[in-house]
């Protein structure tokens, strides 16, 4: 077979391996999902296909690390704490009480941006964690857990944990955390976890507190509907 009509059999097999609806589809899809096809695309052209193939994967690992690392942490006013189908009692609200909602895997991409976040809010008295949409956790973000834990008992603050998911707390436990956390401060619903701190704040900390006469304080919220979350 001559040279020139075999390659041009060779460069029709090889536009017809060419998936072009999927191609398309990708273009539109995420932009990371374009740069891993970009980066296997040039770098098959440029050297071999072996070697596209291997860097793809790992720019596709690099990519799906840097995507769950993106952990999401939101402050929240307890008012804002609202699940209207299930209610609980009206209660007061200390303004030295704040609910840290945290969502996302809690894994060493996010590790340390749990920690920074969580020591700008650290001069609360009282630091409420909803762990509700914390799925994984791995040991990096357990000892991150646990270097918020010790600098919250060292400046005198108080960690309550809510929501808590059972192999989030398999990990805790199997890491010995959970020994550092007394049973007290560990609730299934976010207002249980209100309540308490609210009351702990009146018996420990609010006597002698100018604000605080009459067994009132001054700086409490209006009692809001706070309800199970």
């Not at 507190?209 to 706070?226: G, I, M, N, Q, T």
């Amino acid at each position: 077979i001559p040279l020139a009509a075999l390659a041009g059999i060779l460069m029709m097999t090889s536009v017809r391996m060419v998936e072009w609806e999927n191609t398309r589809s990708i273009l539109r899809a995420p932009e990371a999902d374009r740069i891993v096809l970009f980066i296997t695309f040039f770098v098959t052209v440029a050297f071999d296909l072996i070697l596209a193939v291997e860097i793809g994967l790992i720019a596709a690992g690099i990519l799906f690390i840097r995507r769950m690392s993106e952990l999401g942490i939101l402050n929240q006013s307890v008012d804002e704490i609202v699940q209207p189908h299930v209610k609980a009692e009206p209660i007061q609200v200390c303004p030295y009480v704040v609910a840290v909602r945290v969502a996302g895997p809690l894994f060493f991409g996010a590790a340390e941006k749990f920690m920074n976040e969580m020591k700008k809010r650290i001069d609360m008295k009282v630091l409420i964690l909803r762990l509700g949409q914390v799925n994984m956790i791995d040991a990096t973000g357990v000892m991150a857990f646990r270097a918020i834990l010790e600098h919250t008992e060292r400046i005198g603050s108080k960690l309550y944990i809510s929501s808590l998911q059972p192999q989030v707390r398999f990990v805790l436990t199997q890491m010995g955390l959970m020994e550092q956390i007394p049973e007290q401060r560990i609730f299934e619903h976010a207002d249980q976890a209100i309540q308490a701190a609210s009351e702990r704040m009146a018996k420990e900390i609010c006597i002698g507190c100018p604000h605080y006469v009459k067994e009132r304080c001054d700086l409490f919220k209006k009692p809001s509907e706070a309800v199970r979350a």
